[in-house]
T-cell receptor, first 114, second 112 residues
Framework: KAGVTQTPRYLIKTRGQQVTLSCSPI?????VSWYQQTPGQGLQFLFE???????NKGNFPGRFSGRQFSNSRSEMNVSTLELGDSALYLC?????????????FGNGTRLTVT | GENVEQHPSTLSVQEGDSAVIKCTYS??????FPWYKQELGKRPQLIID?????GEKKDQRIAVTLNKTAKHFSLHITETQPEDSAVYFC???????????FGTGTRLLVSP
């Protein structure tokens, strides 16, 4: 069974631009969660989607948004990029909600904002 | 919000020694406690997890213990090997916030 796939792997953007990251979960998984990983802050929860509905949201500004499609694939969008948005963005899928089944992470998208 | 403290931040051991990493949490309603291992440049991978109705769980050289009263849980690795070198993250799910909150990570270095 294929794992969680994130595209692209690397991205370089300029301040003020916007970016869209993509995540394809493990086949059959219905929940997708997004995390931001930085050396200083560790793994910070962004949001979780289950059956196309956002179940929970972390403490990030409204510039960070996401969505989930009917095939469970998910996208995350960051608008008006800031230097501090440079990070590894990890997507994780689980069979049901994150409460009920383990998270399986993708390899992440490393975003650099210059 | 849910607060998860993880100690130590770095841990160096000799091959064959045991390693223990401890996490404390704030919300007594939390009910799921996984541990993830992240090797350099790779994705975090679940290595063991425990739910609040169990006090201890073991899988070969790895074990997790949970003390609900004191609100802490620990990862125990016995007979460490160089390939155990990685960053280990604890996480807590449950309580009022219904999301997986991670500790700040422990960098484990096992020297041959």
């Amino acid at each position: 069974k294929a794992g969680v796939t994130q595209t692209p792997r690397y991205l370089i953007k300029t301040r003020g631009q916007q970016v869209t990251l993509s995540c394809s979960p493990i086949s059959g998984h219905r929940s997708v969660s997004w995390y931001q990983q930085t050396p200083g802050q560790g793994l910070q929860f962004l949001f979780e989607y289950f059956s196309e509905t956002q179940r929970n949201k972390g403490n990030f500004p409204g510039r960070f948004s996401g969505r989930q499609f009917s095939n469970s694939r998910s996208e995350m969008n960051v608008s008006t990029l800031e230097l501090g948005d440079s990070a590894l963005y990890l997507c994780a899928s689980s069979a049901w909600t994150a409460r009920d089944s383990p998270l399986h992470f993708g390899n992440g998208t490393r975003l650099t904002v210059t | 919000g849910e607060n998860v403290e993880q100690h130590p931040s770095t841990l160096s051991v000799q091959e064959g020694d045991s390693a223990v990493i401890k996490c404390t949490y704030s919300d007594s309603a939390s009910n799921y406690f996984p541990w993830y291992k992240q090797e350099l440049g790779k994705r975090p991978q679940l290595i063991i997890d425990i739910r609040s109705n169990v006090g201890e769980k073991k899988d070969q050289r790895i074990a997790v213990t949970l003390n609900k009263t004191a609100k802490h849980f620990s990862l125990h690795i016995t007979e460490t090997q160089p390939e155990d070198s990685a960053v280990y993250f604890c996480a807590v799910f449950g309580g009022g916030f219904q999301k997986l909150v991670f500790g700040t990570g422990t960098r484990l270095l096992v020297s041959p």
